[in-house]
């Protein structure tokens, strides 16, 4: 199957091709299906392209398993046990705070667990050690839902650092290559 039989540029009623352009509606396309140049671009914006490939353009390219597993550390303890509670030994993260937005602070804390988790399997971790990590992100995303008794569990369980420490206890058993 061809480009022209999968997409066929729409015409007026005329049988002419639709120009579109002219009305502010996207760009010409000639009859074979071909999308004319607009003469005002005078060839700006005609080779800007992102890329990716290169590691300053991408903040998360080519870094270490020491510098993703650094990072994986430093967004659980954010997450975790970024403040304390004045006057006390309690430790809270921006995951307790959050969760105080009924349903959608926990599906957001949630999310960012999630990432957290498809981090670790990206480093190679095996299969039970993600599935103990998924199943601690169940327990914290399933009983933070609870309005006020969930936010309190979500301070006291700390998912992301016990799945953080996990991982890093794996990772430390492992031959380095």
């Given at each position: 199957?061809?480009?022209?039989?999968?997409?066929?540029?729409?015409?007026?009623?005329?049988?002419?091709?639709?120009?579109?352009?002219?009305?502010?509606?996207?760009?010409?396309?000639?009859?074979?299906?071909?999308?004319?140049?607009?003469?005002?671009?005078?060839?700006?914006f005609q080779s800007f392209r992102f890329d990716f490939?290169?590691?300053?353009?991408?903040?998360?390219?080519?870094?270490?398993?020491?510098?993703?597993?650094?990072?994986?550390?430093?967004?659980a303890k954010l997450l975790d046990?970024?403040?304390?509670?004045?006057?006390?030994?309690?430790?809270?993260?921006?995951?307790?705070?959050?969760?105080?937005?009924?349903?959608?602070?926990?599906?957001?804390?949630?999310?960012?667990?999630?990432?957290?988790?498809?981090?670790?399997?990206?480093?190679?971790?095996?299969?039970?050690?993600?599935?103990?990590?998924?199943?601690?992100?169940?327990?914290?995303?399933?009983?933070?839902?609870?309005?006020?008794?969930?936010?309190?569990?979500?301070?006291?369980?700390?998912?992301?650092?016990?799945?953080?420490?996990?991982?890093?206890?794996?990772?430390?058993?492992?031959?380095?290559?």
């Amino acid at each position: 199957m061809t480009n022209d039989e999968i997409y066929t540029p729409p015409r007026s009623h005329s049988g002419q091709p639709h120009r579109a352009r002219a009305q502010g509606r996207g760009p010409v396309i000639d009859q074979d299906g071909r999308e004319i140049p607009d003469p005002g671009l005078n060839g700006q914006f005609q080779s800007f392209r992102f890329d990716f490939g290169n590691s300053t353009a991408n903040p998360f390219g080519n870094l270490t398993r020491e510098q993703r597993l650094a990072r994986l550390d430093a967004i659980a303890k954010l997450l975790d046990v970024a403040f304390i509670v004045p006057g006390t030994n309690v430790r809270y993260g921006i995951d307790g705070l959050i969760g105080l937005i009924p349903v959608v602070g926990d599906i957001i804390t949630t999310a960012i667990s999630l990432w957290l988790v498809r981090e670790a399997r990206a480093l190679g971790a095996p299969w039970h050690i993600t599935a103990r990590m998924l199943a601690n992100v169940a327990v914290d995303g399933v009983v933070g839902l609870v309005p006020v008794a969930g936010d309190a569990f979500d301070v006291m369980f700390r998912a992301n650092v016990r799945n953080v420490k996990m991982l890093k206890n794996w990772m430390d058993k492992q031959p380095r290559v």
